[in-house]
């Protein structure tokens, strides 16, 4: 009997080491899992900030180049008005309207299926 009480004892000490080595590759599983994934979050969140930087930078030339573009319009627009209304030059004033027109337009046709 008492034997017995030793070899059953024996098997749950066995058996509790076992558990503990088992727990121990468990834990030490997770942490390198929980490792990679934090360093896959911060290879993100660099690759997010350079993105917007960069979309920061291209949108400000962006607005740049825009505002150039619609002061250029405009002053077109005004010349050809000017042409048309007060002077007798009427057929420059409309050759000049209607290539600024068809400037914008074609412009906009551009963005708009470079887009798609």
Do not use: P
């Not at 942490?31 to 360093?39: G, P």
């Amino acid at each position: 009997m008492k034997n017995e009480i030793l070899k059953d004892n024996k098997e749950i000490e066995t058996f509790e080491k076992v558990g503990k080595v088992m727990a121990e590759i468990e834990v030490s599983k997770q942490k390198a899992t929980l490792a990679q994934i934090e360093a896959t979050r911060e290879d993100n969140q660099r690759q997010y900030d350079f993105a917007v930087n960069k979309l920061t930078k291209e949108n400000k030339k962006w607005h740049k180049s825009m505002n150039i573009a619609c002061t250029a319009v405009f002053i077109l627009l005004i010349a050809s008005l000017y042409l048309i209304l007060f002077t007798e030059k009427i057929e420059i004033g409309l050759g000049l309207l209607s290539t600024t027109l068809a400037s914008v337009f074609g412009y906009l046709a551009g963005v708009g299926s470079s887009k798609s």
